[in-house]
């Protein structure tokens, strides 16, 4: 073998092991959502459930599906504190922390994104100005679950 054939076969073997670490962090997209544990410092007492926490990309609906049915069921409107998200069953009530700027709201997941949509959430446009995030369009959000016993 050739000098130049020993050089094809060694660019040709790290373009395919380029491809092969590029597709498993593709395939990986999920890693944006980050879930974790919070039991931390000052960990809850022995016996008590510990909540989930979800960290990711926030946007808000368009105006085009207010009126529109969502998965639940449920006519959509922008008025409402509601919104879609893939990883949490429906009817689920959950406080979004917009980490910008600390301001929080808590909604209840009545619909679905896009399964190819890497947001954690999308919300109405009345939680979208709770968290004070409509005129940049996306935020970096963190999302909890709210036991029901909390809800007002």
């Known amino acids: 073998m050739t000098d130049r054939h020993i050089r094809i076969r060694s660019s040709a073997f790290l373009l395919y092991s380029a491809m092969l670490v590029l597709l498993f962090f593709l395939g990986s997209g999920t890693s944006r959502l980050f879930a974790q544990n919070t039991p931390k410092a000052g960990s809850p007492p022995a016996g008590s459930k510990a909540k989930k926490v979800f960290y ?28 879609a998200c893939n990883v949490l069953p429906l009817g689920t009530w959950i406080k979004v922390t917009n980490l910008r700027n600390g301001k929080t709201v808590v909604v209840k997941v009545n619909d679905r994104i896009h399964p190819r949509m890497r947001r954690v959430v999308d919300l109405s446009k009345a ?4 968290l004070g995030f409509v005129s940049r369009g996306l935020t970096r959000v963190k999302v909890e679950l709210v036991d029901k016993k909390d809800l007002p």
């Open 56 to 83: 990711g990309q926030a946007s808000f609906y368009a105006n085009k599906f207010n009126g529109r049915k969502t998965a639940s069921g449920e006519i959509f409107d922008q008025k409402k504190l509601t919104c």
């Open 127 to 130: 939680a979208a100005q709770k």
